[in-house]
């Protein structure tokens, strides 16, 4: 099976360059392709009528990377990430939904750039019935320092499994 980074990549073929490194958290990653994983899934015959729910929450869990940042300069990035994802399986279909807000710093390596301070939502959402077309919507805001990024991306699931990407919107302002 093809990794989160993988998959991502695979999506955004036709993305611009930037966007085919996942400069931000791994999180992001690992819940698009569970949400793929899981409305691919949802593809299948329910045998049950059992309604489950499934919730998590995180509240400013905090983790540190070194990477390029969106303009392609080394920096250390410490994020303080709240956020929240519910999953409800019906037993006829299937819904999911994630929302995070997460407030980082970029601290270049070239001290001339200084430190940033930046802010980033994320939303994924999709509903799944067996046998029928499933949409999955992903979008992503970020303010670093000057710099404006908003990503949105369609992916559509047909019930054979084909995933294929409906829209790729990626827009970079003030590198």
Not at 28 to 50: D, G, L, N
Not at 91 to 97: A, C, I, K, M, V
Not at 121 to 135: L, R, S, Y
């Amino acid at each position: 099976m093809a990794t989160a980074k993988e998959q991502r990549r695979v999506w955004l073929a036709g993305a611009p360059a930037y966007l085919k490194e996942d400069h931000m958290k791994p999180f992001r990653a690992i819940v698009c392709s569970a949400a793929v994983v899981s409305a691919v899934a949802v593809q299948a015959p329910y045998a049950s009528a059992t309604v489950t729910h499934e919730m998590e929450s995180t509240h400013r869990v905090v983790s540190s990377e070194h990477d390029l940042n969106i303009c392609g300069d080394l920096a250390t990035f410490t994020f303080e990430s709240t956020g929240h994802s519910t999953a409800v399986d019906t037993g006829n279909g299937f819904h999911f939904s994630l929302a995070e807000v997460a407030f980082y710093t970029v601290d270049f390596d070239d001290p001339a750039l200084g430190t940033w301070t930046a802010r980033a939502t994320e939303t994924i959402q999709f509903n799944a019935t067996p046998g029928d077309v499933v949409t999955l919507h992903i979008g992503n805001n970020n303010i670093e320092g000057d710099v404006r990024i908003r990503e949105l991306m369609t992916l559509v699931i047909g019930p054979d499994g084909t995933v294929r990407v409906d829209r790729a919107v990626a827009e970079v302002v003030g590198c």
